[in-house]
């Protein structure tokens, strides 16, 4: 058993710089034991440690079947990804992980897929559609609703674009501010849910992003016949000790490190949306 409080040493084999301030890390674990044994579901979470600094809860995004090497993108918050972002290929980490309960792949397998994101922490789904596109046969349709506050701050348009042209995929995207050539929706991402055909009980939804879009979308896909059950959100709290014991990331009973990130809606939505929860 991985102990959950120990750190294991990573290599930066490859940094990608994504946008400004945003960045991906590829990593491998010094240790060729411990990589061999490391695995993770889409959805969860490590802890990255940058020496003599801290450590913060990052999102994996790359997909499970690469035995040899996985991914975090970070964004430009705080003190630790400031230094994070300073790092270069060749250099470590600290690791701790993976935490969490994942999205549920298992049992969407056989039914559409209707993944829902807004702003810039879109990074929870993006394993999400690694996971499916590299499994296609196992999947109904997928449909990415994505959207942002202004058009220049979609990341990875060249990738929107690829997934868009895969089999029984479809691709919308949302700005509330466009710009010259935007070639897409002007407006809320909730606004997308009139441009899609949603087979109701044949639909598992996943979702990420800021709350207030989250009970949006969660009151359209209601009105739509869409089980409130079978909608997935994965929840942003302040994770420090990915176990439970600091207290952060408590949600009423429950801790958002341990018993999320991913909740079924029916899990959280007594506190949902209630301020200061």
């Given at each position: 058993m991985i102990n959950p409080y120990l750190l294991r040493e990573a290599e930066i084999v490859e940094r990608i710089e994504e946008a400004s301030g945003i960045f991906t890390l590829r990593l491998r674990f010094s240790d060729p034991a411990i990589q061999r044994a490391y695995n993770f579901q889409p959805g969860q979470?490590?802890?990255v440690y940058l020496y003599g600094v801290g450590e913060v809860a990052i999102s994996i995004v790359s997909d499970p079947r690469d035995e040899h090497l996985y991914d975090h993108?970070?964004?430009?918050v705080?003190?630790?990804?400031?230094?994070?972002?300073q790092l270069r290929t060749g250099q470590y980490v600290g690791i701790r992980g993976p935490f969490g309960?994942?999205?549920?792949l298992q049992e969407a397998q056989g039914r559409d897929v209707l993944i829902v994101t807004g702003g810039l922490g879109c990074a929870p789904t993006i394993s999400v559609i690694n996971y499916i596109?590299?499994?296609?046969?196992?999947y109904g349709r997928l449909i990415i609703m994505q959207g942002v506050k202004h058009a220049d701050d979609l990341l990875w348009r060249d990738r929107y674009a690829q997934w868009a042209q895969q089999a029984d995929t479809e691709v919308?995207?949302?700005?509330?501010?466009?710009a010259a050539l935007w070639p897409w929706h002007v407006g809320l991402v909730t606004d997308l849910f009139d441009s899609i055909r949603l087979k109701p009980q044949q639909t598992v939804v996943m979702m990420c992003g800021p709350e207030g879009m989250m009970r949006a979308a969660i009151k359209q896909l209601a009105q739509r016949g869409v089980d409130e059950a079978?909608?997935?959100l994965s929840m942003e709290r302040n994770m420090q000790c990915a176990v439970g014991h600091c207290g952060h990331c408590q949600y009423g009973g429950k801790f958002i490190c341990k018993d999320g990130p991913v909740f079924s809606y029916p899990e959280v939505m007594e506190l949902f949306g209630v301020r200061g929860f």
């Open positions: 979470f490590n802890m993108t970070i964004r430009v705080g003190r630790v990804t400031r230094g994070l972002l309960r994942g999205w549920p596109l590299n499994r296609r046969e196992r919308l995207i949302a700005a509330d501010q466009g079978e909608i997935y």
